[in-house]
């Protein structure tokens, strides 16, 4: 069974509260309730993990070292900002998926560069939920 850490970053936990027009109505609650029940329909140990805090995202990067055959990131964001994340993620060498809700090549101009796509194998932007699927589908080929 693939062990997968899934982590979403900053506002995440804002789901279905913030920005309605791009987000939806759903919540961050059903996210995970959507992760958990593709990971267990796929055959996936998913472990899920939010937080707004850099530093608490780097820890959690760090802590699949030699534990986790892959990392899902949706890190908010700190996708187009943090530097930090990138290096922890070169650093486990955990093949790793980035995922985006919306399609950020469409968005604020900002945004179109990833500091995470420089590590990752593959980015599956705009697909909303499904994306995860996705991500969780691609460690099983």
């Known amino acids: 069974?693939?062990?997968?850490?899934?982590?979403?970053?900053?506002?995440?936990?804002?789901?279905?509260?913030?920005?309605?027009?791009?987000?939806?109505?759903?919540?961050?609650?059903d996210l995970v309730a959507y992760i958990k029940s593709e990971a267990e329909k796929l055959g996936i140990d998913a472990e899920i993990y939010q937080s707004n805090i850099e530093g608490e995202i780097v820890n959690k990067i760090q802590s699949a070292y030699k534990q986790k055959d892959g990392i899902i990131i949706n890190a908010g964001a700190y996708t187009h900002t943090?530097?930090?994340?990138?290096?922890?993620?070169?650093a486990v060498s955990v093949d790793t998926v980035e995922?985006?809700?919306?399609?950020?090549?469409?968005?604020?101009?900002?945004?179109?560069?990833?500091?995470?796509?420089?590590?990752?194998?593959?980015?599956?932007?705009?697909k909303g939920f499904e994306g995860y699927k996705e991500a969780m589908e691609f460690f099983l080929n």
């Open 99 to 126: 995922v985006h809700l919306t399609d950020i090549e469409n968005r604020e101009d900002f945004r179109k560069f990833s500091y995470i796509s420089l590590v990752a194998k593959k980015t599956i932007s705009g």
């Open 1 to 29: 069974m693939k062990k997968i850490l899934v982590i979403n970053g900053v506002n995440l936990n804002m789901l279905g509260i913030r920005e309605k027009e791009l987000y939806g109505e759903k919540s961050y609650s």
């Open 82 to 90: 943090s530097i930090a994340i990138l290096d922890a993620l070169k």
